[in-house]
């Protein structure tokens, strides 16, 4: 059995039979090499003309449903940049105060709860971003998000 996945997302069915344009949005997820009970995300992507329809957070609930049912009692993923950290918090991830090698925030939660979330975590998570070269989008953003609370969870 692979220890590799994705999942996806359509809309209608393809009509070209070289490039699938009926994919709105997709996830790749492994599990983790060291802690059978970790599954990691990766590559979570919502093609352009779909984003913020919360497609991506409702798609890595659904993974992560799947992973509990396969056993997994925590499911992780590294982001980087504001956009997603924002969608994985909608999608019941909290901050979890590390950073990988390539700048990037790890967000964890259990498989069968949302994870508990602090209000100064999530905060400390996008003041990680604001110390970095971004785009105008996403300093807009950020400052948009300064004082907030953490966003609610996505249905």
Request: charged share 35%; hydrophobic share 35%; proline share 5%.
């Amino acid at each position: 059995m692979s220890n590799t996945g994705k999942a996806v997302v359509r809309e209608g069915e393809s009509t070209d039979g070289e490039f699938d344009d009926s994919v709105v949005a997709a996830v790749a997820f492994n599990a983790d090499r060291t802690d059978p009970e970790t599954l990691w995300l990766r590559y979570v992507t919502v093609r352009d003309d779909r984003r913020g329809e919360g497609l991506g957070p409702r798609l890595c609930r659904f993974v992560v449903e799947r992973a509990a049912a396969r056993g997994y009692e925590r499911v992780r993923i590294a982001v980087n940049n504001p956009f997603a950290y924002e969608a994985l918090y909608r999608a019941g991830f909290a901050f979890t105060g590390e950073e990988t090698g390539i700048a990037e925030l790890v967000l964890e939660r259990p498989a069968h709860a949302p994870a508990e979330r602090s209000t100064a975590r999530y905060r400390a998570g996008l003041d990680q971003y604001r110390k970095r070269d971004l785009s105008e989008d996403e300093r807009a953003f950020l400052e948009r998000k300064r004082g907030e609370e953490p966003p609610a969870l996505s249905d």
